[in-house]
């Protein structure tokens, strides 16, 4: 099998805020699907602080890589500055449409606002990810931090990035995601 190069597209929970590099969130990714015999190399393209509008804007340096996949991972700062849900959806739109436009396929991660999230935000929020994957049919992996909740044991000290074992476990919970995409582009 060829080896296939991811782009890893999002902000500081693609970056890996607070982290080495080896725990960020691509590393152990890359690293769990070479022990899982992907011929894969991943390249992070994660900023903190970017929001989706953010990504939109550094969106032609990913292209330009010319990665044979990618993963769109955008919507928590949006979320934490209240920004409006339909332009975050916007912005996500254009970020799949481009990638599609360049052949590129692209498995998108969705955000769960945290709990300190005013609710009437929250539902608004919540239905973006479906609303892209569902327009553009592409996979989405709905929650990005399934498995670790809001646990404070997962998380820095800031309660808000994941530590090295909370994205252990956001690594092994999304890796059937990751598995079905990488099979479904390299045949």
Not at 5 to 23: H, K, N, R, V
Request: charged residues 20%.
């Amino acid at each position: 099998m060829a080896k296939i190069t991811l782009a890893a597209f999002g902000d500081s929970l693609t970056e890996g805020y607070g982290l080495p590099a080896y725990s960020s969130l691509p590393a152990q990714l890359e690293r769990k699907l070479l022990e899982e015999g992907f011929h894969v190399a991943i390249n992070n393209f994660g900023l903190s602080g970017d929001t989706s509008a953010d990504g939109l804007f550094r969106l032609a340096n990913v292209i330009e890589s010319e990665p044979n996949a990618a993963y769109i991972e955008f919507g928590a700062n949006d979320c934490f500055q209240l920004m409006d849900p339909e332009q975050t959806k916007l912005n996500l739109s254009r970020m799949v449409e481009t990638f599609q436009e360049a052949n590129i396929p692209v498995l998108l991660l969705g955000f769960k606002p945290m709990n300190f999230t005013p609710q009437s935000y929250s539902s608004e929020f919540s239905s973006i990810f479906n609303d892209v994957a569902d327009k553009f049919g592409v996979p989405l992996y709905p929650s990005l931090t399934e498995g670790i909740g809001e646990a404070p044991e997962y998380y820095q000290p800031d309660g808000v990035h994941p530590n090295s074992e909370g994205v252990a476990v956001m690594v092994n919970n999304m890796f059937p995601a990751f598995k079905s995409f990488l099979e479904s582009i390299s045949g």
